[in-house]
């Protein structure tokens, strides 16, 4: 049994993977926005328990890290919550997520939401260092070569970035033209399987449980050590160095 964070799980594939993790008997910490995002949700009292927070403003992702915190070191945190488009793209689906990473303890395992469209984005760290600005193809290129900056650089670390296809939710759209039901299995089954039925055992870009090629700025050293810089100077935060040292 494992105790996972799964972020933005109000909805749409956060929730499928909150609720596939639960049947199978792991302790989910679940994340909303805020509490009406839950209501009429019946799954909740399933979970470990609930964080809320608004992960497009700063203040709150330190809220739901302290929140988190409180139940100790997770085996898997899982990346999930985002946003398309609007002011917030770059809060939410890049600054949210290190501000996690760096206000936590290491979990055993970290899964960030990639997108196939990452392979358009233009690797530009500006908005970053801005805290604004971007595209949602460039927002999905960092988060992805801050899921493989990770890998290289805490190799206990299982880090991996997903792809789960264009699915129809609320965020995909109802024309969507991928599996919903594949849309969160990657997810589910990285946080949890056993090490030795995954390869790479870490900085894998997947889609449906297979491992494809990701923009190739997400696997230069250089890039990504521009991002971490451009994280680090933005957020005032910094990442431990491998061997736990700030």
């Known amino acids: 049994m494992s105790l996972i964070l799964v972020t933005g799980a109000s909805t749409g594939l956060g929730l499928?993977?909150?609720?596939?993790?639960?049947?199978?008997?792991?302790?989910?910490v679940l994340h909303a926005r805020s509490?009406?995002?839950?209501?009429?949700?019946?799954?909740?009292?399933?979970?470990?328990?609930?964080?809320?927070?608004?992960?497009?403003?700063?203040?709150?992702?330190?809220?739901?890290?302290?929140?988190?915190?409180?139940?100790?070191?997770?085996?898997?945190?899982?990346?999930?919550?985002g946003t398309m488009d609007g002011p917030d793209v770059i809060a939410v689906n890049v600054l949210a997520p290190y501000l996690l990473t760096a206000s936590m303890p290491q979990p055993g395992r970290a899964i960030f939401l990639s997108s196939s469209m990452h392979l358009s984005g233009r690797p530009n760290v500006g908005p970053v260092l801005a805290g604004h600005g971007g595209s949602y193809s460039e927002s999905k290129l960092l988060v992805t070569a801050l899921a493989?900056?990770?890998?290289?650089?805490?190799?206990?670390?299982?880090?991996?970035?997903?792809?789960?296809?264009?699915?129809?939710?609320?965020?995909?759209?109802?024309?969507?033209?991928d599996d919903l039901a594949e849309g969160h299995r990657t997810q589910a089954w990285l946080a949890t399987a056993a090490e030795s039925e995954i390869d790479p055992r870490?900085?894998?870009?997947?889609?449906?449980?297979?491992?494809r090629r990701p923009h190739p700025a997400a696997l230069d050293p250089v890039f990504q050590r521009q991002l971490l810089d451009a994280l680090d100077t933005r957020t005032g935060l910094a990442l431990p160095d491998a061997d736990g040292a700030a």
């Open 202 to 211: 870490t900085g894998g870009y997947w889609h449906h449980r297979a491992v």
């Open 16 to 28: 499928a993977t909150a609720s596939e993790l639960v049947d199978r008997g792991h302790d989910v």
């Open 35 to 81: 509490s009406a995002r839950l209501e009429g949700l019946d799954v909740s009292d399933r979970m470990r328990g609930i964080v809320l927070g608004d992960l497009a403003h700063p203040k709150e992702t330190a809220s739901v890290a302290e929140q988190a915190n409180a139940f100790g070191r997770f085996d898997a945190v899982v990346h999930n919550a």
């Open 148 to 177: 493989l900056a990770l890998s290289a650089r805490h190799p206990q670390l299982l880090s991996h970035a997903v792809d789960p296809g264009w699915v129809p939710t609320r965020m995909g759209s109802p024309s969507a033209t």
